[in-house]
Every structure is written in C-alpha cells, then in structure tokens.
C-alpha cells in the first residue's frame, strides 16, 4: 500500500535558524527531537552514509543539504520501503518545516503502520515541531497526545 504523510508547521524564523535545528539532529546537542521519544542515534555524524534510526524504525541518511533539507531511507522494518524527510521552504518573514513520508507498506509493517506506528509517528513529529518552536523562542503550539496515542505509549513503555 503506497504511504503518504505529510506534517507543516509555520515559524516565525528565517530559514538559516530553522535549518539548524535540522543539521543538530542526533547529535548531543539535538533541539528539534522531543524528549520523552525513543532518541535518533546514528553510527556517525550526522552526514550522507550515516546509518540510525529511532526505536525499531531504522534509516541512512540518503541526502542532506545542510540548513535545508535531510532525507532517510528506510531500512527497517521489513516492508518499509520508501523514505521520510525534513526540509524548510521560506515562506514571507518567516519559514515552514516539513516532515514528509513516502513509502509502501507491505505485510506486516503496513498493519503495524496503520494500528501502531502511524498514530506515534503523528503525535512525535508534532511534538519536535512544538521542540523546534521551543528552541527558537517562540510560543509553543501544543498539540495534545489521543487517548490511543497515550495507551500505545503505556504498552510499549
């Protein structure tokens, strides 16, 4: 099944300052990824090659445009096959952040993504938009976790 989801949230930042939040991803000093989620580890530096990932979701880096845009192809699970991205686009004083997943979703990893990790995947994008807010100094968008959300955490935790 062909997969598309895409997040935006508008920032009062130019992109240069948006951008790098993007470039900190993974790193020590990580200000886009929310605390309280599985952390982003990669083997390396965050660059072209470096391989990672999040709980059981796993990537490399495919590209990257430091302050622009960074994309990740999928590794795992099995039946993942696609990539996810983020990237800036300006937009008048300030910018938008996008977060995008193309994929196809086979066997067991689509009925995972539909009852498990479409609905975690949501929330957590959503709340490193909210990180991403905070960082910048700007007023936090909150956007409350489901109830399903909140369940699913407290099984897997």
Known sequence: MRITNIHERRLASPPQAVGELIDSLGS???L??????PKVRFDRPLGV???GGHG???YRVET????????????GPRGFEGFHAFGIRPEGAGSVVRHVIEME?????LLSWLLVIRPLHDALIEDAFSRAESSL???VTKCPWSGRVRLLRRILR
């Open 49 to 51: 090659g470096a391989r």
């Open 64 to 75: 990257w445009l430091p302050g622009e845009t960074i994309r990740f192809r999928f590794e």
């Open 105 to 109: 979703a086979r066997g067991r990893a």
């Open 56 to 58: 059981p979701i796993r």
């Open 137 to 139: 100094g700007l007023p």
């Open 32 to 37: 886009l990824w929310p605390r309280g989620w």
């Open 28 to 30: 020590e000093s990580d």
